[in-house]
Every structure is written in C-alpha cells, then in structure tokens.
C-alpha cells in the first residue's frame, strides 16, 4: 500500500515519544504534518508545522491525535466532519456527553476510526487473549499501580492530576476484561480516583472480575498484572517482547485503506461510559 498521510495533533511529550516517530518511520505511514498550541513543540517533530488545524487537514488523508481528552474530542469532531480517518487515544474524551458527539460524527461522516489501546495490540496480550477463550472464564483480577501523579512525572498533566487513575488508565484495565471476560455490563466502585480505585466488574455470561488502580504509590512498584481463572485453566499476561506501537500502525493504514476496526470510536464511547458509571460512585 502507498503509506498513508497522517497528520498528528498534538505535540507534548507523548507525541514526541511515541506518535510521531510511529507516524514517520513508515512503511505504513508517513507524518504529513502537525498542528499544535505550541508551535515551538511541534517543530520538534520533524516534519511541516502548520497554524492552522484546517491547514492540516488539508495536506492528509487521516488524522491521530494525541491531546488530552477534551482537545481530542472538540478536534476529532472537526476532522471527521472533514472526512480524515481518526486514530483515536484513550480516553475517547472527557466526559459521556463529548464521547457521544465523537462517536456520532464519525458515524454521521463514514470515517474509518480506531482506538490506541495500545495493550490490546502486543503479540502478548493476543495470545492471552485466546488463552482466555479456551478456558471458559469465570473470573479474573487485575492491577495497575504506578506513581505517575507524584514530582514532576512528565505525564503528571492537568487532566490527569484533575481525573485520576480512573480516566487515565481505567480504559486500558477495564478494555482488558472487557475483551477477557465477555462485554462488562455493570460496575461498583470505591475509593478515589486521586488515590486507590476499586472496581468490581459484572461480566455478560455471569463472570465478574476486579481491578485496582492507582497512579500515585510511591516506591519500587510491581509492573501492572491481569490473570483470568476459568474452569478449564488460567491465564496470566505476560511482559511485553514486541513493540504495540508498530502493530497500531501497520493495522491503522489497513483500517484507513478497508474501513472497519474493532477498537473503533463505538468501543470507546462504550468504555467511556463504563468509566463514568463508576466515576459516578466514588468519593469527591
């Protein structure tokens, strides 16, 4: 296939970690341009800078983002009412009201649209995956515990420092289980999301599972886990071998060229509303 042109909003520390050289490197895409807040970022990319959103939209055939959550949602609108293919971050937006207005415009425009959830694409976790499919699941756990909210942690930012734990890596763990242990139909929540988050999780078919988050422990933490029981044996995930980032480009430009992808705005507009049932619950 000819690389798809892809312009990137967006321009902080994760876009220049990780979103633009997947964008650049190629062979499946190449990074047609950028748009940010901070032109002076944006040049770091490497590639042509341009002032004016709609500027960029007219120099590629699809647009990623990767803005916090708000900007995301408020831009994805644009582009797909401007007929770009979207490679969405997680979480899809801020709230269930601006997740829908995503979802909707993608729908109402017939633009391809896919999710970096980015655990899901790891040679790993689709191996677990399967596993999970052979052992009838009743049940399962998962953890993820990091100290991201303290110091100076690069990803310490606004929306995160404001939302938690819950808003931030909640799409990942409940994505996981979701995909695990059949599609969640019900959540129960405790804690905060600034501190510890709970999460109890109905599971369609009768499984349940819990998850535990936290971004601000302090310490040598372990790495995050996910481990599935079932009646005919478990699954645990194991670490990462292979880059992710590598898969969600190669499969974004066969999304962009043939349309249709699981991890589509829908899914996230379904985790979004997940993650608000159980925002809902906990304490301010």
Sequence with gaps: ??????????AGPWARMAHGPMLAKGPHTRLAGVWARRPESAELLGAPVYSRIEELFDHCEAVAFCVP??????Y?????????????EKPLADSVANAERVAEAVAAAGVPSQMVLTLRYAAQTRAFLARCAEIRPFGGHAANISGVLLGDHPFATPWRLERGALLDVGP???????AALGPVTGVRA??????????????????????????AAAGDLPPATIAVYGRDGNAVLPAFEDDPLDTVVAEFARTVREGGHPLDAAHGLRLQRIIAEAEAQLAP
């Excluded at 296939?1 to 967006?10: D, N, R, S």
């Excluded at 994805?76 to 969405?88: E, I, N």
């Excluded at 990942?172 to 979701?178: A, M, P, Q």
């Design 76 to 88: 994805a609108v644009l582009a797909a009412r401007a007929g770009k293919a979207l490679l969405l």
């Design 172 to 178: 990942h763990v409940i994505d996981l289980l979701d």
């Design 1 to 10: 296939m000819e690389p798809v042109a892809v312009g990137l909003v967006g």
């Design 69 to 74: 959550p708000a900007v995301q949602a408020e």
């Design 190 to 215: 405790h804690g905060n999301p600034l501190g510890w988050t709970g999460l109890l999780l109905d599971h369609e078919g009768g499984a349940v599972s819990e998850a535990s988050l936290c971004m």
